[in-house]
């Protein structure tokens, strides 16, 4: 990958340049993913749930539905939605400014007219604005160009995270983007169990986050930002150890968010690096190190070298 500040695989994305579609983009990608939700067969920490980056933009891969298996992706180069069954059917609907509640009818439709039953839980979940899509008509915008910006972003840090990723020999997730949260993650664990969560996300049951965070984890991603924060990657851990935010990390960019309780590196310092991959696999590995030296991972045995 290119590490020029002005590749394309590093477009600039300022938060408040495109909230409006942000905030639309991700209640489309909520109804989205709970279509995954609804067909898909539980796994652990939700894994079965999340949507994956593609070369056309973000997929929810392969689901089981009543005559074979279907495909939803979102195509952020011909703005579409497109929806593909097993039986060769493709049915297409625009991105384009449209309200949540117009989309989400339109899409019901989709569905219903290529034969995929899906019972969708109707409101959104992570998020303090629990309007039900159906009622949605606030949340109307979409600038294609910041979509697709947005999108080459999610796809040169899905490459850094999978590269990352590929050095952990225990158990470790996809790198998948949560439509609850609205980010990119990939998530290593220790192989020991994790108190409780406390819960408390907006809108999202309580025992649902902790099935998802059941277990010890170094977790890290990429986030577009929102309600006053730039776009970052991030890492954090759960349960976090002693000393974690003091710790020394990598590169010098990285700060310790006490309100979030993670580090970050700011999007726009890796967009300006004269080399971001390094930049960005350093943040990862330090942070991860951080997080197992100060928790006692057995690190010997859970990492390739």
């Known amino acids: 990958m290119a590490s020029s500040a002005t590749s394309p695989a590093w477009p600039a994305l300022p938060a408040d340049s495109w909230t409006a579609t942000r905030q639309t983009l991700h209640m489309w990608t909520q109804i989205v993913g709970k279509t995954r939700l609804a067909l898909s067969s539980m796994l652990n920490h939700w894994w079965q749930v999340p949507l994956y980056v593609t070369p056309r933009g973000l997929s929810t891969g392969s689901m089981p539905y009543a005559a074979g298996a279907c495909e939803v992706v979102f195509d952020f180069h011909h703005h579409e939605l497109q929806l593909y069954t097993s039986d060769g059917e493709v049915r297409r609907m625009a991105l384009a400014p449209r ?119 170094s977790s890290a991603g990429w986030w577009p930002g929102g309600n006053g924060q730039e776009a970052a990657f991030y890492s954090y851990a759960y349960p976090s150890p002693p000393g974690f935010g003091a710790a020394a990390v990598r590169p010098a960019a990285a700060t310790f968010s006490e309100q979030l309780g993670e580090f970050l590196l700011p999007y726009e310092a890796v967009r300006t690096a004269p080399d971001s991959r390094q930049l960005v696999l350093d943040f990862l590995q330090s942070t991860y190190e951080a997080a197992a030296n100060l928790a006692h991972w057995d690190r010997k045995h859970l990492e390739r070298h």
Do not use: C, M
């Open 99 to 217: 309200s949540v509640a117009d989309f989400y009818r339109e899409y019901r439709q989709l569905l219903r007219a290529a034969g995929v039953a899906a019972a969708i839980w109707p409101v959104p979940v992570e998020v303090e604005d629990a309007t039900p899509f159906a009622h949605d008509q606030h949340h109307h915008s979409y600038d294609a160009d910041a979509v697709q910006r947005f999108w080459r972003i999610l796809l040169g840090a899905d490459q850094l995270l999978g590269e990352f990723r590929s050095h952990f020999t225990g158990k470790v997730s996809p790198v998948h983007f949560f439509w609850g949260s609205f980010d990119l993650a990939v998530t290593r664990f220790s192989g020991r169990p994790a108190p409780p969560h406390p819960g408390g996300v907006p809108n999202l049951a309580d025992w649902v986050t902790r099935e998802a965070y059941s277990a010890e984890v």
